[in-house]
């Protein structure tokens, strides 16, 4: 069989030793498994940015990948953990909606609440449960695949809908989701949302902070040097972007920023 992939997902950062303790854990309860960093940067206590972190990027992994999700900002409090059970994935996070893009994506779900403290370390921090109950529990699910042994199904897990486009007429309302590292604004419109937008010689306007475009292009080179583009981006969603450039600054935009897509009648 395969070495056990165990992937990690935390709001940790890398300045701290946080991220390669959970490491060590891990690798103390199972040295066979290989450990993947999909982000430590996810913005501090964002559950939403979290979600959308893992959504984006759990589903280019093998089968049976086990991904831990740690952005807990009710670390300590009577939120649950939870093991998940997927489509071909496992999950280890809080229960706290962190999961809420994966549960959107899965046809099927099984959610653990994880209560089998015989598996955590001992004392378990009430600041660190990345630490002393969500490391030890990926590790020792990668040795045994016994879902069922760490703690009872529970079907009141806590999800929330990600922010869906709103349209009124040839009008349609948006958000920036997230501002990735090279400042593009990635919105939460799909090209299913607004098939207009990306017919041939559509004619739109989009509006977002201080600026506007009313270019779609294939990728980011096509537009001019400091000019505003829409492109699809590769997670699927309309990102605004400026080549060779940030859009989040050029435009003076944020994550949560509005965004107004405006067709031609």
Not at 165 to 170: E, R, V
Not at 226 to 233: D, F, T
Not at 246 to 252: E, I, K, P, Q
């Amino acid at each position: 069989m395969a070495r056990p992939i165990i992937t990690l997902t935390t709001d940790y950062g890398t300045n701290d030793n946080y991220v390669g303790v959970m490491k060590g854990v891990i690798l103390n309860i199972n040295p066979e498994a290989t450990i993947v960093d999909i982000s430590h940067s996810v913005l501090a206590h964002d559950i939403l940015d979290g979600a959308l972190t893992i959504g984006n990027a759990a589903k280019y992994f093998p089968p049976r990948t086990i991904h831990l999700v740690v952005v807990d900002p009710g670390v300590g409090t009577a939120r649950r953990p939870l093991l998940v059970a997927g489509d071909t994935h496992y999950f280890v996070a809080p229960d706290n909606g962190v999961l809420s893009a994966v549960y959107d994506q899965s046809e099927a779900v099984h959610a653990f609440h994880i209560n089998a403290e015989h598996y955590f370390l001992n004392p378990v921090s009430t600041t660190f449960h990345g630490r002393d109950i969500f490391a030890p529990i990926a590790a020792w699910l990668s040795k045994t695949w016994q879902t069922q042994s760490f703690g009872e199904e529970v079907e009141d897990f806590v999800r929330f809908a990600i922010p869906k486009p709103k349209a009124t007429g040839n009008t349609i309302k948006c958000v920036v989701l997230r501002v990735d590292h090279f400042g593009n604004l990635v919105t939460n419109l799909k090209p299913e949302d607004a098939p207009a937008l990306v017919a041939p010689d559509a004619k739109f306007t989009i509006r977002v902070g201080n600026g506007m475009t009313q270019r779609m292009v294939g990728t980011f080179s096509d537009g001019a040097a400091g000019e505003p583009v829409a492109l699809i981006g590769s997670t699927g969603f309309v990102e605004i972007a400026v080549n060779k450039g940030s859009a989040a600054r050029t435009l003076g935009a944020a994550r949560g920023s509005e965004v107004t897509v405006e067709l031609a009648g």
